[in-house]
Structures are given as structure tokens and as C-alpha cells.
């Protein structure tokens, strides 16, 4: 699944091709992923419209359109944006595509259907649901004590609300947790100060490298152009794709299901105290 560093990277390598850029049409292979307001009102909205730019809060992609609507992109489970220029390969599991005036098309591939597009007055009503941005100056080490703080539920579910922190999914939280030398179980608001700053520098120094690495291609994860990222060449544990011991110690990796998720850690690295 694309987290803050594959939507990231999508918002990055999209901009030089959209930013102002005019939608000239919409073609919906799928309706199902218009999910607001309906399909009609909805291409006679966005179509015209010029893309002033593209930002990034959480997961979500916001198109910020010259009508002031906000194109709000999320690819959930298995979604990428491809930029064709040239007349397209037929691309496999396309859903939608956005045309736009310089002969590029915008390619919404998503084999499992869960993406989605909405069209928005106002990015608030998603921001305000979301916790800090992990990346920005302001997420200190006391900000994450503050999300952690009477949390009761395991740390490795924690990570993932998207309440409490936005952006990080399944694969970062292992790879935080393990770098940071945390048990997933642990209770949120059990870490120790020391575990606090330790989690807080390896989430960001996590994401910052994946982001620098483009991204992690596992499953169905592409970039813009097309191509793989390469940030899951460096994980540790998460998807099991460190391998089956750990780089650290030498130790077995373990996987466990916590809250419903699939959850790799070094038991030698990580004890549950
Ligand atoms: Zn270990």
C-alpha cells in the first residue's frame, strides 16, 4: 500500500508535468471511483480547469484546480499515477484517466478498486482528521509524546492511526519500530522518553530515506513514469523482505498479526519487556 513516501514521490515526479496544465476531458473506465459529488457534476467541474498545483497531507493528493476545487486523489490499497505522453501502451487495471492539455494523460491504474477521487471545496475537512506530518519542523519528540500519551492500544497500531500520526502504513511502522528497537505490543503510552526520541528519529529518518529512494515497489506500487522504486531494497523487516534473520543480531525475524496486521520484528531486537 502507498504511504507517505510513494505519495510523496507520486506528488513529486506528477508536478512538472500538471502544474498549469488544463484538464481537457476525464475518461472513466470505472465510475465506482468518483466518489463525490456524482460522475456528472463531476467532469463538468474539473473539466477546464487548470491544476495550479498538487500537495500531499497523509496519504492523500490534493489537485488544487483554478475554480478553487480540490481534486482529491487516494490510491489506497493498490492505486499509482502514470503519466503517458505518447499514445499509451494499454495499461492493465486502468480505472480513470485525466487529459490534459499538453498531449499528457494521467493514468489512475488500480488492479483492486479501492482508490478513490473526490472533488472538494476544502482540504480542511480531511486535514483536520489527520495528525501531524511526521516530515515537518513542528513534529518533535515531545509532539509524538503527545500522541502517544494514555494510548493504550499496541504502538505498532498507534503508528498506524491515521489520527494520531498521518502517513505511515504497515511497512515504515515495522521498519521504525524495529530500527528503533521497540516490541510492536507495547502499549502506546508505555514508551519511555529515550524509546520516544528513538522512535521519533528513525520514523523521520525512515521516511526521509524511502522518499529519497522513491518509494517501496512492493505489490503494486509504481512511480509516474512507470518505473519501480527502490526504498524496499533497504528494509529490514518489513513484508519479511529483510529476509529471515536479522540484519542486526543475526537472530529470527517473526512475523505476528497485530490488530489485524501483519507485523515483522527481531523478538531479540524488540523483547516485549
Ligand atoms: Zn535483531
Avoid at 513529486?12 to 463525490?36: A, D, S
Avoid at 498506524?160 to 516490541?183: F, P, S, V
Wanted: charged letters at 25%.
Amino acid at each position: 500500500m502507498p504511504e507517505l513516501p510513494e505519495v510523496e514521490t507520486v506528488k513529486n515526479e506528477l508536478l512538472p508535468f500538471v502544474v498549469g496544465r488544463y484538464i481537457t476531458g476525464v475518461t472513466l473506465v470505472w465510475e465506482g471511483i468518483v466518489k463525490e459529488p456524482s460522475v456528472d457534476e463531476f467532469c463538468s467541474r474539473i473539466i477546464g480547469q487548470e491544476i495550479t498545483v498538487i500537495t500531499r497531507r497523509g496519504k492523500y493528493l490534493f489537485f488544487h484546480l483554478g475554480s478553487q476545487d480540490f481534486l482529491l486523489i487516494h490510491l489506497k490499497m493498490t492505486g499509482s499515477l502514470v503519466v503517458n505522453q505518447d499514445p499509451p501502451e494499454p495499461l492493465k487495471f486502468v480505472r480513470a484517466i485525466i487529459h490534459l492539455d499538453n498531449a499528457t494523460s494521467i493514468y489512475f491504474r488500480d488492479p483492486r478498486k479501492f482508490g478513490v477521487m473526490r472533488l472538494i471545496k476544502d482540504t480542511d475537512t480531511i486535514g483536520t482528521k489527520l495528525g501531524p506530518e511526521p516530515l515537518e519542523e513542528g513534529f518533535t519528540p515531545k509532539v509524538l509524546a503527545e500522541r502517544l500519551a494514555n494510548r493504550t492500544a499496541p504502538i505498532k497500531a498507534v503508528l498506524l492511526d491515521q489520527k494520531a500520526i498521518a502517513g505511515i502504513g504497515n511497512m515504515y511502522a515495522d521498519e521504525a519500530l524495529h530500527a528503533a528497537r521497540i516490541n510492536p505490543w507495547r502499549p502506546g503510552g508505555s514508551l519511555t522518553r529515550p524509546e520516544i526520541k528513538r522512535l521519533h528519529h528513525e520514523i523521520r529518518r525512515i521516511l526521509w530515506t524511502a522518499i529519497e529512494n522513491k518509494g517501496a515497489s512492493v505489490d503494486t506500487y509504481f512511480r509516474p513514469d512507470g518505473s519501480e522504486g527502490s526504498a524496499h531494497y533497504e528494509f529490514k523487516v518489513a513484508h519479511g523482505l529483510g529476509g529471515k534473520t536479522c540484519s542486526a543480531c543475526g537472530g529470527p525475524i517473526e512475523r505476528v498479526v497485530v490488530r489485524n496486521r501483519g507485523t515483522y520484528y527481531c523478538p531479540r531486537c524488540q523483547p516485549l519487556k
